[in-house]
């Protein structure tokens, strides 16, 4: 399903061996992110940290908030909005906080600057009818001063301060019928504040929420969805304030464990139907690009889940664009079928350029985009796809 923030205690070349055998957690959604930051953070060894194995006892809303016994958490929000007053006026979104842990244990007195863990965020923001893609991040200290993981009981799930130069904070919380999320960044000139509804209950993605990445025992994730969130609220770009509604996506993973050796990037599909079904569907790649690894859920408009194992998808790319910032080429369009659903479907993005560019390291770029679904050539949903590990150098540590 992804990153990178400012967090770091600097750490030069010892930070970039680290960075080198980074042992977190792994999913896809926004995942790149995570490997890359981690570059500025001492690592403690996975088996400090609470593996990930079958059988956890799943609890809401406590599961909403943070579990610093495993190493790495996010929290991942995908959408396609509409302006109120024009509804031919398109928009789509991304906003992602991630928990990153540093030490298992809390670190000793002593300094104000002493951290447990980190909180870094993504946030996207796409102008469909200007086709235009803007993307801010942050990287902090999980401290006092700079960002936070607040406690179930508390309304507030996380919150870290904006970008430099701008004076809002990033927040997360939950009410009771849903996530509320908010960001600004001022040098990007955008900015969001919106509010989410359940329109159908969480799904937990693979048997008991475990998901696997792999064969080992430890390729795995903690791993929950809600699929269908109304959403309104406001968007700002260049200094123009929207009233917006619409529909997002929410993924929930967290864990301790990295993903196999030799496992290069990941294509990742969130895709809401109009027949009322929802599909998700991942494939992690080796370094020569085939699938290692493929998994999928569908739920039906009742709400029931069938998860999908890797011979009963097919994903075709039938078209490819290639980033002039990064170099990378991806594939922008596919076939995808699922026999047992009866289910064929094109895809194929909103805008070709959604691709996330860090300015705090060069080598980080992934896509992250709006799609639109098709089938026969009639519109038949929409949703978010992500693509990790393409280009020469991107290549998260996994």
């Known amino acids: 399903m992804t990153i990178s923030r400012r967090r770091g205690l600097r750490r030069t070349q010892a930070c970039i061996a680290s960075f080198a055998s980074f042992a977190s957690f792994a999913s ?69 906080f991630f928990r990153v842990g540093v030490a298992p244990n809390q670190p000793r007195p002593g ?72 960001m600004a960044d001022e040098r990007q000139g955008i900015a969001f504040d919106l509010h989410t509804r359940a329109e159908r209950p969480l799904v937990l993605q693979g048997p008991g929420g475990v998901s696997r990445k792999g064969a080992s025992e430890n390729a795995a994730s903690l791993y929950y969805s809600m699929t269908r969130l109304a959403t309104s ?44 079904r929802d599909l998700m569907l991942y494939m992690l790649r080796d370094t020569l690009g085939a699938t290692s690894w493929a998994s999928g859920t569908i739920v039906g408009r009742d709400g029931s889940v069938r998860y999908l194992d890797r011979g009963q998808f097919i994903v075709r790319p039938t078209a490819e664009w290639t980033s002039d910032s990064s170099g990378a080429r991806y594939p922008s369009q596919w076939t995808i079928e699922v026999p047992g659903e009866q289910l064929s479907i094109d895809v194929r993005p909103v805008m070709p350029d959604q691709e996330n ?30 693509l990790v590990g393409y280009g020469r150098g991107m290549r998260p540590a996994l």
């Open 233 to 276: 609220g406001t968007m700002t770009i260049d200094g123009r304030t929207f009233r917006v509604r619409g529909r997002s996506w929410m993924d929930k993973e967290f864990g301790s464990n990295q993903l196999e050796r030799g496992q290069k990037g990941w294509d990742w599909f969130s895709l809401q139907l109009e027949d009322g």
């Open 357 to 386: 560019r860090s300015r705090m390291l060069r080598l980080l770029f992934y896509w992250e985009g709006a799609v639109l679904v098709t089938r026969n050539g009639q519109r038949f949903g929409q949703g978010y796809v992500e």
């Open 28 to 96: 896809f959604a926004s995942f790149a992110s995570f490997a890359s930051f981690v570059a500025f953070t001492s690592v403690a060894s996975a088996q400090e940290w609470s593996p990930v194995r079958d059988g956890y006892p799943w609890s809401f809303p406590r599961d909403h908030y943070s579990h610093p016994a495993y190493k790495t958490e996010w929290w991942y929000f995908t959408g396609q909005l509409v302006d109120d007053a024009d509804t031919t006026r398109r928009f789509g979104y991304q906003f992602t």
């Open 111 to 182: 300094s104000d600057w002493s951290a447990q863990m980190l909180i870094m965020g993504h946030a996207a923001v796409g102008d469909f009818g200007a086709r235009r893609h803007y993307f801010s991040e942050v990287l902090y200290r999980a401290i006092p001063m700079l960002g936070a993981f607040r406690p179930e009981g508390d309304t507030l799930i996380a919150w870290s301060r904006g970008p430099a130069g701008t004076a809002e904070t990033w927040r997360l919380r939950w009410a009771d019928t849903g996530f509320a999320f908010s």
